[in-house]
């Protein structure tokens, strides 16, 4: 059984800042991308960013030079660092990474239970 598990949200005012953590955890053999991606009421699901294994992250064009996506491989874990925060950045935030779990041969899309962000103008 694979999980993922979000925490990190919260309130905030326009300008501040939060971080998002996802940690993995369960039968994994290893994990290729991981990512966030964020769904604000009344508008589809969107990537924030996400970071392969081996590879630069890339970001949704509206969180350029604001967020920060990074990994720590050791402990299964990514991280989204969101400075200078703004109203249109309320959401949902979801986690999403590629696992290839033990005992599989190919990576299977796992998503955390989402955690709230919002940001008060």
């Known amino acids: 059984q694979v999980q993922l598990v979000e925490s990190g949200g919260g309130l905030v005012q326009a300008g501040g800042s939060l971080r998002l953590s996802c940690a993995a955890s369960g039968s994994i053999s290893s994990i290729n991308t991981m990512g966030w991606y964020r769904r604000a009421p009344g508008k589809e699901r969107e990537l924030v960013a996400r970071i392969p294994s081996r590879d630069s992250p890339n970001y949704a064009d509206s969180v350029k030079g604001r967020f920060t996506i990074s990994r720590d491989n050791a402990k299964n874990t990514v991280y989204l660092q969101m400075n200078s925060l703004k109203p249109e950045d309320t959401a949902v935030y979801y986690c999403?990474?590629?696992?290839?779990?033990?005992?599989?041969?190919?990576?299977?899309?796992?998503w955390g239970q989402g955690t709230q962000v919002t940001v008060s103008s």
């Open positions: 999403n990474a590629d696992i290839i779990p033990l005992r599989v041969r190919f990576s299977l899309p796992y």
